[in-house]
């Protein structure tokens, strides 16, 4: 059983030296659990967040166990009848070949006769969606007309964000990483508007957008922080709603620096949402189902980055750091 351990917290950006790849026997599964052989792992930005000993929604992972990940996988041995050997299951696991298991968690069984990959159920068929359409649906309820702003556009949530806000009727603005990226919101997303953020400072950054929406965004679908929130903060239209879905900018600063611009939604009578997917695990059924339908009438794309091998977490993990991911970020550990 290859572990890929956390073996130290970084400081900053991770380098290979925080973590640990070690084999160990495969394990059997205990009284009333069973152990799951892991295909695919889902590689989240929030992952870093749960390397630092903070305050959080979940505890950090301790030093010494393997980097906590959701995965889809293959029950290998079971103690229990709620699990048969060979079956299709996600959960939350580790970035490990195999993943001890008890009943009753969080796992859940999965029907792979649904998807071309059983990677889909980290990513089409997983949180990423959901995370989008629960920020705009239940969270943020842009109107049909209403301007829509997302960071981090071209990635997994900001791309899903960008086309479920289109099939809701806003007019989308999107703000990504360089000329290929915006291109993507455009011809393969939809976005009515592409703004590449890189190299600009936060007043350039700011003027593009209020080139692009004279009058506002009336949401801001936040996944980035820093100097881009900065940017947006600038341009909110009044009683705007700001999701605060993620700060990737800010995951790998050891000091947080924040925002600047905060007194802008005091002026704008805005309101920020801090936003957290785990709270909807109840109404799952209900995104998925609405997700999946969008998908077959060929009006929600959802693409995948998959690289390969326990052995190269590391650098998969760091290109969502990077920006090199296009698409949702899978660790591919083995063959279904
Ligand atoms: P993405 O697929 O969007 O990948 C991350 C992207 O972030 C990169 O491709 C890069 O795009 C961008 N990025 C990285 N560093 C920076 C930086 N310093 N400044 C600006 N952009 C940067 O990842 P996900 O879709 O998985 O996650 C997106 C966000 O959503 C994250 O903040 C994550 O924490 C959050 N999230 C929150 C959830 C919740 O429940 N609240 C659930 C799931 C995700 P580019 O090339 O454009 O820079």
């Not at 969008?294 to 590391?314: S, T, Y």
Request: proline letters at 6%; one cysteine or more; a negative charge.
């Amino acid at each position: 059983n290859r572990r890929f351990l956390l073996a130290r917290r970084p400081h900053g950006e991770p380098v290979p030296e925080d973590f640990s790849l070690v084999t160990e026997p495969v394990p059997q599964a205990p009284e009333g659990g069973f152990v799951v052989r892991n295909c695919y792992a889902s590689l989240d930005p929030a992952q870093r967040g749960w390397m630092d000993d903070a305050p959080s929604y979940m505890p950090p992972i301790p030093l010494g166990d393997p980097v906590r990940a959701t995965t889809v996988g293959i029950v290998s041995s079971s103690n229990t009848d709620e699990f048969q050997v060979g079956d299709w299951v996600m959960g939350l696991n580790g970035l490990e070949d195999y993943s001890v298991n008890q009943a009753g968690g969080f796992t859940m069984k999965v029907d792979p006769s649904l998807v071309d990959s059983p990677s889909k159920f980290l990513s089409a068929m997983g949180a990423v969606g959901l995370t989008a359409y629960f920020g705009l649906i239940d969270v943020a309820k842009p109107q049909p007309g209403e301007t829509l702003l997302v960071s981090g556009a071209a990635g997994a949530v900001g791309s899903a964000v960008g086309q479920i806000g289109k099939i809701l009727g806003a007019r989308v603005i999107g703000i990504a990483g360089g000329a290929a990226k915006c291109r993507r919101l455009i011809d393969d997303y939809g976005f009515d508007v592409a703004i590449d953020y890189k190299g600009k400072s936060v007043d350039a950054l700011a003027a593009e957008i209020r080139a692009a929406a004279p009058e506002g965004a009336n949401v801001v679908f936040e996944n980035v922080g820093g100097d881009v929130m900065d940017a947006e903060l600038m341009n909110l239209a009044k009683h705007a709603r700001i999701v605060l879905c993620g700060l990737i900018s800010e995951y790998n600063s050891p000091e947080k620096v924040g925002v600047r611009n905060l007194w802008q939604v005091l002026a704008q009578q805005a309101t920020l949402y801090g936003y957290l997917i785990m709270d909807y695990a109840p109404r799952f059924a209900e995104g998925g189902a609405a997700m999946a339908e969008w998908m077959a009438q060929g009006r929600l794309r959802i693409d995948e980055d998959v690289q390969e091998g326990l052995e190269n977490a590391h650098a998969a993990f760091m290109r969502l750091f990077t920006g090199a991911n296009t698409g949702k970020l899978v660790l591919k550990i083995a063959d279904g």
